[in-house]
């Protein structure tokens, strides 16, 4: 018997995702590019369809201040990035 896959958008409004992973409380986690981690609460509302909603948003990675090598405050680099 051939399998088939169907394909369905759960979540949208993710910027550069670079990683996704369920989390010990059952919620989905979605790091950004930019250093934002999105969490989705993960539901199946009706059989073979899913549906996500955003509750939180962490910035705690994209708002750590830069650094030198040495230690020392970059503040010229105001970018984070996120790779896994």
């Known amino acids: 018997m051939p399998v088939a896959f169907q394909s369905q958008q759960v979540i949208s409004g993710v910027a550069n995702p670079t990683s996704l992973q369920f989390g010990p409380d059952d919620r989905l986690y979605v790091s950004q590019q930019d250093g934002l981690i999105k969490v989705y609460d993960?539901?199946?509302?009706?059989?073979?369809?899913?549906a996500a909603v955003e509750v939180e948003t962490i910035d705690v990675i994209k708002n750590i201040p830069n650094h030198n090598d040495d230690g020392s405050l970059n503040a010229a680099l105001a970018d984070r990035q996120v790779t896994g």
Do not use: E
């Not at 993960?42 to 899913?50: D, L």
């Open 42 to 50: 993960v539901t199946q509302p009706t059989a073979g369809q899913w």
